[in-house]
């Protein structure tokens, strides 16, 4: 489910996605963008099918202030690549399991960039889409207090959470002996 979710007209953070079929994979990534309070957007551009409209949508966000770009896509992946050709701005792909090769055509061409126009490559699929949104969090978290802090507080709770499971495990099995 997506939270209530109030898209930017100034965002910082683009996501784009090759498709909608991708969609349900960058479901936590949005919240969590959400969640934090940065201005973000996203979009539906494929470097294949609508490359024109990628290209003139990447000129005119990093013209306009976005400082992170996410790129979900599956398959033999160029999105993440093609966004970086066009811009300085630091892109993070996020390869989708959507093919038959369940993302690894994604991870590798994802991550195999050759040397010259980096990409920031995160796992396949819904974890990795949330690191993506952690990953530009922290790169507007550089310049902005309140995102490093929303990163901060992000893992002070996940680390609460795992030492209440500990707590909780530990009680249920001293009970047992
Ligand atoms: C990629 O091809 C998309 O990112 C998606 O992961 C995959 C399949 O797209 P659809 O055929 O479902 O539109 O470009």
């Known amino acids: 489910m997506f939270k209530e979710v109030v898209m930017s007209r100034n965002p910082i953070v683009s996501v784009v996605m090759g498709s909608d079929s991708d969609l349900k994979y960058l479901q936590d990534c949005v919240n969590l963008l959400a969640e934090s309070g940065a201005p973000f957007e996203v979009r539906v551009l494929s470097a294949h099918r ?12 990093a013209e306009s202030g976005v400082k992170a770009f996410i790129a979900a896509a599956g398959g033999a992946a160029h999105l993440a690549g093609s966004i970086a050709a066009r811009t300085v701005v630091p892109v993070i792909g996020v390869p989708m399991p959507s093919s038959d090769l369940n993302g690894l055509d994604a991870l590798l061409s994802t991550a195999q960039m050759p040397p010259g126009v980096p990409v920031a490559c995160m796992g396949i699929g819904s974890g990795g889409a949330v690191n993506a949104a952690l990953f530009a969090l922290q790169i507007i978290g550089l310049s902005s207090p309140e995102a490093a802090h929303f990163v901060s507080e992000h893992r002070r709770k996940k680390s609460d959470s795992v030492l209440e499971k500990d707590r909780t495990i530990r009680e249920k099995l001293s009970r047992v002996d």
Do not use: D, H, I, M
């Open 50 to 61: 609508t490359p024109e409209a990628l290209a003139q949508y990447v000129s005119k966000s």
